[in-house]
Each structure stands twice: as C-alpha cells, then as structure tokens.
C-alpha cells in the first residue's frame, strides 16, 4: 500500500523556521513529482510548491516564494519543505502528495499523506 507520511510540524513563532518531512513507501519513489499543500480552517486546500522527479527543477506559489524551498532525497524516499520567515498566515494543516505526471504547475496528485499542523504565533 502506498503511503506518504509528514512530520516536522508544529508551533514556530513569527519569523521562525521549520522543516517538513515527507516519508513515502509502496511506490517507485524516483517516478513520482511530489508536492505539498496546505489548508487553513476554513479555506479550500492550497498549492504550495513541487519537485520534479529528479529533484531538479521546482515551482512556487507566489506567497511562499523566497520563503519555503523543496527538496528530495530519492535515496530515502523522502520529499522536504524548507520553510524560514514564517508567517501567521502560513498557519495551516500541511500535506504531502506525490503523482506520476510531469508537470509541476498541477493539481492533479495520486497519493496523499494525512498532513502535520503547521502553526506561527505573532
């Protein structure tokens, strides 16, 4: 079974950093882009960035932009969220997905994790 799971959440003050960690099992790793997104109460769930199979190429959305940086490590299957200057508005349930497609501008994912809080105080 297919199985995508996050860590590394928590509460982080304003100004602060944190690192995500996506563990995925059950699937050829090195064949998926993964992403991650997030959803704050209330709203619908939100893009956040991605990274290409081999972990070269990669793509932001504008709010986090120069903030949070992707990475993966293919060797342990596992995708990361770098996330520094941190913002109460970036308050919100992170989740990692992962899909066979190429292109990193896509909702469109096959699998995803169950998603760690994220929460920054002011």
């Known amino acids: 079974q297919v199985q995508l799971v996050e860590s590394g959440g928590g509460l982080v003050q304003a100004g602060g950093s944190l690192r995500l960690s996506c563990a995925a099992s059950g699937l050829p790793f090195r064949l998926y882009k993964m992403g991650w997104f997030r959803q704050a109460p209330g709203k619908e769930r939100e893009f956040v960035t991605a990274v290409s199979r081999t972990g070269t190429n990669s793509y932001y959305a504008d709010s986090v932009k120069g903030r949070f940086t992707i990475s993966r490590d293919n060797a342990k299957n596992t995708v990361y969220l770098q996330m520094i200057s941190l913002r109460p508005e970036d308050t919100a349930v992170y989740y990692c997905?992962?899909?066979?497609?190429?292109?990193?501008?896509?909702?469109?994912?096959?699998?995803w994790g169950q998603g760690t809080q994220v929460t920054v105080s002011s």
């Open positions: 997905a992962a899909d066979r497609s190429v292109a990193l501008q896509s909702y469109e994912y096959d699998y």
